[in-house]
């Protein structure tokens, strides 16, 4: 079945030094296939799923207790950890501080 309501997770970053400070901008990792931007063109890679992508899917209908895996990304994403971006379809901080 599908369900009627949109959820996912968005993993952001900022360069801000504050990032509470309401003029911070916050960048957001896009990932190869999971549904994001709806102006973009769905990715077709039947009969293969993007694992990471795949996971976001279902760690939207749960907590962030459920999917622990979520934090250590997170994380990797942060440290700008090679191996982890090259999962990424973008990488908001290329050539930059890390967020």
Known sequence: SITKERTEVILQGTSSLDPNDPAAVWEEFDFKCKPGDLTRRPCFIT?????????????????????????????????QEEETLSLMATNPFAGRAPP
């Open 47 to 79: 009969p293969y799923h993007y694992r990471l992508d795949w996971l976001m899917w279902f760690a939207a209908f749960q907590t962030y207790e459920q999917n622990e895996w979520i934090i250590h990304l997170a994380g990797k994403l942060l440290a």
